[in-house]
């Protein structure tokens, strides 16, 4: 049996045990609040919590966006299980804002609020999860795709 768009579902299942292990690994290690140097001044490991979205946007909103969450979950598993075969990068792309979605949709619903706990402190970037990167490294990917040459639009530049 092949399964569509396979790597789609391997993309977003790698991500989403990724993204709750390192969570788990996190909590079980670290007190809230508790930084760990591992570049003094530039990359540390801090476990805070986020009720809100990226950037603390919407900080206390968990509500709608456990539902935004679960909403873009299942549009995401639709589109891999309904929809056409996909191409490599959409597989990906999709594959990995899917893991990240189930990933911090979980900690919304379970918990209430996101685990965070990468700290790049040399940019004063908020403190971040696996999620928030592998859902901008699908964006990324989708971007790719978008920007490939198919077939039709090649012929239509000529």
């Known amino acids: 049996m092949h399964l569509k768009n396979s790597l789609f579902w391997i993309a977003a299942f790698s991500v989403f045990f990724i993204d709750q292990f390192a969570k788990y690994w996190i909590v079980q290690t670290f007190s809230l609040g508790q930084t760990l140097p591992l570049l003094p001044g530039i990359f540390h490991l801090t476990y805070v919590t986020n009720t809100g979205a990226a950037f603390s946007l919407f900080a206390g909103k968990v509500e709608w966006l ?6 873009v979950s299942l549009a995401l598993i639709a589109i891999a299980w309904f929809g056409p075969n996909l191409r490599r990068w959409d597989q990906l ?3 990995f804002i899917l893991g990240g979605a189930m990933g911090n949709g979980i900690d919304r ?4 609020y996101v685990i965070d706990f990468l700290d790049f402190r040399l940019i004063n970037f908020p403190v971040f999860n696996f999620a928030d990167v592998f859902i901008n490294v699908g964006i990324a990917c989708l971007l790719i795709s978008a920007f490939q040459k198919t077939p039709t639009s090649h012929r239509r530049w000529r």
């Open 66 to 71: 456990r539902w935004l969450s679960l909403v």
């Open 93 to 95: 792309g999709y594959g």
């Open 109 to 112: 619903f379970v918990l209430g």
